[in-house]
């Protein structure tokens, strides 16, 4: 999620004291294979690869087999793990497709940085050094672009168009008084369904999370108008997609990603015959060592997990409350 301009947006509804950054996101066992150990981690779960249907750690070669000729190919990331983006660049590589038959969508670029996008491309179709610069990325709120570099050069070295997944921020305040059609036209609203999509039951999901990822301080009465609008964003970037091409890959938050109440929701709507596989990025916990224990190894939620040492950072509820008064 775009938390600079969502921050932004959300302080106009709730009080400045209660705001946080919003965060996207989120049988019988044998030996899973590495993508590559980051030396001291103790859980046993990092770097190894889980199957969600059959239960069971898959060895690498499984995995890409499993996605190199899906329709789409949703890759959910915590979106400050520098491993987590190492590893998107490892399965990109394995896509199968030839140039131009795939396009890379990012949530983390939005429509307004679409014509900076192209006109870069159109000088540097083989190079990513530069992107960063030229859509202003470091002005966006995500993190640092050295994460990503790789991430969009391996999509420029296979020939594939990165392109925007995401309406921009300030779009966000008008679903709350427009509804979907804010950034949805009609035929996409038809589609879509978006109003409807959501069971009870996933909209209280949505709005527990909404609600741990603001430490428990977003009031009540903000909850749902949260659930809008992040059922907005996975059915725009679902039509965005598919609009851009038959095949994709997709860089988006874990929680875009889920297979039940996410992106992939959407593109069955509007194509249910497409193959779409969805590998999940997972940072382990400490003595977490069960995958069972992971919501992610869900077969609703995931094709596949790939679990991930935890990135280490400093505790925003923490920082919220040691201001709170006492």
């Given at each position: 999620?775009?938390?600079?301009?969502d921050r932004a947006i959300v302080r106009r509804l709730i009080p400045a004291a209660l705001l946080l950054s919003w965060l996207a996101g989120c049988a019988g066992h044998s030996p899973g294979t590495d993508v590559g150990r980051a030396p001291g981690d103790a859980n046993p779960l990092v770097d190894k690869i889980w199957a969600s249907a059959s239960s069971a750690f898959v060895e690498r070669d499984q995995l890409d087999a499993a996605f190199a000729n899906a329709d789409?190919?949703?890759?959910?990331?915590?979106?400050?793990?520098?491993?987590?983006?190492?590893?998107?660049?490892?399965?990109?590589?394995?896509?199968?497709?030839?140039?131009?038959?795939?396009?890379?969508?990012?949530?983390?670029?939005?429509?307004?940085?679409?014509?900076?996008?192209?006109?870069?491309?159109?000088?540097?179709?083989?190079?990513?050094?530069?992107?960063?610069?030229?859509?202003?990325?470091?002005?966006?709120?995500?993190?640092?672009?050295?994460?990503?570099?790789?991430?969009?050069?391996?999509?420029?070295?296979?020939?594939?168009?990165?392109?925007?997944?995401?309406?921009?921020?300030?779009?966000?305040?008008?679903?709350?008084?427009?509804?979907?059609?804010?950034?949805?036209?009609?035929?996409?609203?038809?589609?879509?369904?978006?109003?409807?999509?959501?069971?009870?039951?996933?909209?209280?999901?949505?709005?527990?999370?909404?609600?741990?990822?603001?430490?428990?301080?977003?009031?009540?009465?903000?909850?749902?108008?949260?659930?809008?609008?992040?059922?907005?964003?996975?059915?725009?970037?679902?039509?965005?997609?598919?609009?851009?091409?038959?095949?994709?890959?997709?860089?988006?938050?874990?929680?875009?990603?889920?297979?039940?109440?996410?992106?992939?929701?959407?593109?069955?709507?509007?194509?249910?015959?497409?193959?779409?596989?969805?590998?999940?990025?997972?940072?382990?916990?400490?003595?977490?060592?069960?995958?069972?224990?992971?919501?992610?190894?869900?077969?609703?939620?995931?094709?596949?997990?790939?679990?991930?040492?935890?990135?280490?950072?400093?505790?925003?509820?923490?920082?919220?409350?040691?201001?709170?008064?006492?």
């Amino acid at each position: 999620m775009r938390e600079q301009n969502d921050r932004a947006i959300v302080r106009r509804l709730i009080p400045a004291a209660l705001l946080l950054s919003w965060l996207a996101g989120c049988a019988g066992h044998s030996p899973g294979t590495d993508v590559g150990r980051a030396p001291g981690d103790a859980n046993p779960l990092v770097d190894k690869i889980w199957a969600s249907a059959s239960s069971a750690f898959v060895e690498r070669d499984q995995l890409d087999a499993a996605f190199a000729n899906a329709d789409y190919l949703l890759l959910g990331e915590v979106h400050d793990n520098a491993r987590h983006h190492e590893i998107q660049a490892q399965l990109i590589a394995h896509f199968e497709g030839p140039p131009h038959s795939v396009v890379v969508g990012f949530e983390q670029l939005d429509n307004s940085q679409a014509p900076a996008l192209e006109t870069y491309l159109s000088a540097h179709p083989d190079d990513a050094s530069g992107l960063g610069a030229a859509v202003d990325w470091s002005g966006s709120g995500w993190p640092q672009w050295s994460l990503y570099e790789p991430v969009f050069q391996q999509a420029l070295d296979k020939g594939w168009q990165p392109i925007p997944l995401m309406f921009a921020g300030e779009q966000s305040r008008r679903i709350l008084d427009q509804g979907y059609s804010a950034v949805l036209g009609e035929d996409a609203l038809a589609v879509l369904q978006p109003a409807t999509a959501l069971s009870d039951a996933q909209k209280a999901q949505v709005e527990a999370v909404m609600r741990s990822s603001h430490c428990g301080k977003l009031p009540q009465e903000y909850l749902p108008r949260m659930v809008t609008i992040q059922t907005a964003k996975d059915a725009y970037m679902a039509w965005r997609q598919t609009a851009s091409g038959p095949r994709g890959i997709l860089i988006v938050g874990d929680g875009h990603a889920r297979k039940d109440r996410g992106i992939p929701l959407f593109l069955r709507k509007i194509n249910p015959q497409a193959n779409i596989v969805v590998v999940s990025m997972v940072e382990v916990e400490p003595g977490v060592t069960s995958p069972g224990d992971y919501p992610q190894v869900e077969p609703s939620y995931s094709d596949y997990v790939i679990f991930t040492r935890r990135q280490q950072r400093d505790d925003p509820c923490a920082a919220l409350d040691s201001r709170a008064p006492g």
